[in-house]
């Protein structure tokens, strides 16, 4: 998930003991619950096995794949064990490929000062700062004197590295930094931590972001920020950003199943983002278990559930590449989709099976058909015994390029922040047992809206 902003968890939230004796209620409430085809020819609920999903999408977040950044060797496997897995469910799986300008860690980070006594201090790389990708400038080395911005307006030394407080750190300001002669800019972080890799440049849908050259930008924790703003008069600074832009191809994952033999043209598009934000200078990389091998491994076993039970039935999966970003496989995917979507309903899955608590919310623009789709799944998940809410408008998940190209979309989501973005999003955060329970509410869910309610 591209992180957002102005998202609001839902309110409330459980202690450990509800959860966990929730999560044994569920346990023996799945043992017990139907699965296959019903009598009669009939579909019953299909059953999605939790442990299955937890086991792809630990997969997924493993070495192989490095992080599945776009573009990237880790991503191209990601996409071909997807394909695969859909393969050997009965669907016709293609790539569709789209070009995309990413920043990926190519240099070397570095944060010092050194004091008019000489005194150094030096600050760690994904502890104390990292790299700052909106304004698309590119990373490489600076040095200046340091210069405590307290108005962005009021003139500086050129040559000077900004050191702007978190209040007045914002991106549409860096143009005339660099104008006036600034080398750099340390912006103090606010809500977000050092230890998160952002990817999104802030450049518009379907666009490729334009590098810019000569102003070096990190960002600081609010510490950090603390110690540096306290340096004396006459302190210097050197930057260090490892950030590059690269020109690369993304690849959707479009799975379809013909179930009647007309072509395919289904009912619901189930979709999830495979792709993460990929690895560091040192070659460390970031799993992304919940964000999103979570959401890909549930869309695979939705896919295999409805393939084994509505055989005659027209099937849609799409694992976008890219979401991370700009949502630029689910744009490139709406701009030339491989079946009319205009109509149908897309469910998008994005962050599942947090350990952290059994609430979900459910995201849409806001559209009346969004807005329809948001509603049915969170009645199904509150009937599953979770806890849910509709929010709208919410713009930067997957579901927005669908929706907007007439599809009723809505993404559901466990917007957890603790670990989003950093290299502690480990399989070990996702609970098999709340997959479980998500997966059978699900895939019931998708059943009843493909025979249209
Ligand atoms: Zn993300």
Redesign the pocket.
């Known amino acids: ?2 992180e957002v902003m102005a998202i609001k968890r839902v309110s409330g939230g459980r202690a450990i003991g509800t959860i966990l004796a929730l999560a044994a209620t569920f346990a023996a409430a799945c043992a017990c619950a139907p699965s296959g085809k019903g009598p009669a020819g009939t579909a019953a609920a299909p059953d999605v096995d939790g442990a299955a999903v937890l086991a792809l999408a630990a997969e997924l977040a493993g070495p192989d794949y490095s992080g599945r950044a776009l573009g990237s060797p880790g991503g191209a496997l990601a996409a071909e064990l997807l394909a695969e897995r859909l393969r050997g469910a009965g669907y016709s799986v293609v790539f569709r490929e789209f070009p995309e300008r990413v920043p990926v860690n190519a240099g070397n980070a570095a944060l010092e000062t050194v004091a008019p006594d000489g005194a150094r201090r030096s600050f760690a790389w994904r502890e104390d700062f990292r790299e700052i990708a909106r304004g698309g400038y590119e990373g490489g080395r600076a040095e200046g004197p340091l210069f405590v911005v307290s108005d962005p307006e009021a003139p500086f030394p050129r040559g000077s590295i900004l050191l702007v407080p978190g209040r007045l750190h914002d991106p549409e300001d860096d143009a005339s930094y660099a104008a006036r002669g600034a080398a750099g800019l340390v912006g103090e972080l606010v809500g977000t931590d050092p230890a998160r890799r952002p990817l999104w440049a802030g450049q518009a849908p379907g666009a490729l972001v334009e590098p810019l050259a000569g102003f070096v930008k990190l960002g600081i924790s609010a510490e950090a920020f603390d110690l540096l703003s306290a340096s004396p008069p006459g302190t210097r600074a050197l930057i260090e950003s490892p950030l590059r832009f690269v020109d690369v191809t993304g690849r959707n994952v479009v799975a379809t199943r013909d179930g009647d033999g007309g072509g395919p043209a289904p009912r619901l598009l189930i979709c999830a983002h495979y792709d ?2 990929g690895t560091d200078p040192d070659g460390s990389y970031f799993p ?1 278990a919940l ?2 091998a979570s959401g890909a491994a549930m869309a695979v076993a939705l896919g295999e559930a409805l393939a084994l039970a509505l055989p005659d039935a027209d099937l849609a999966i799409l694992l976008t590449d890219g ?2 970003v700009n949502l630029s496989g689910a744009s490139a995917f709406a701009r030339a989709p491989d079946f009319p979507i205009a109509g149908i309903s897309a469910l998008n899955l994005d962050m599942l099976g947090s350990r952290a608590d059994m609430e979900l919310s459910v995201y849409s623009l806001g559209d009346s058909a969004g807005s329809k789709l948001a509603r049915s799944l969170v009645a199904a998940l509150e009937a599953a015994g979770f806890r849910a809410a509709h929010e709208a408008p919410v713009l930067n998940l997957d579901h927005g390029p669908l929706s907007r190209a007439g599809a009723g979309a809505a993404s559901i989501t466990e917007y957890d922040t603790a670990d989003y ?1 950093t290299k502690r999003d480990l399989p070990s955060g996702l609970s098999d047992v709340e997959l479980d329970r998500l997966g059978d509410a699900l895939a019931a869910w998708a059943l009843a809206e493909i025979a249209g309610r």
Do not use: F
Request: hydrophobic share 30%; glycine share 10%.
């Open positions: 998930m591209i993460h934000v992304g964000d999103n979401e991370e973005h």
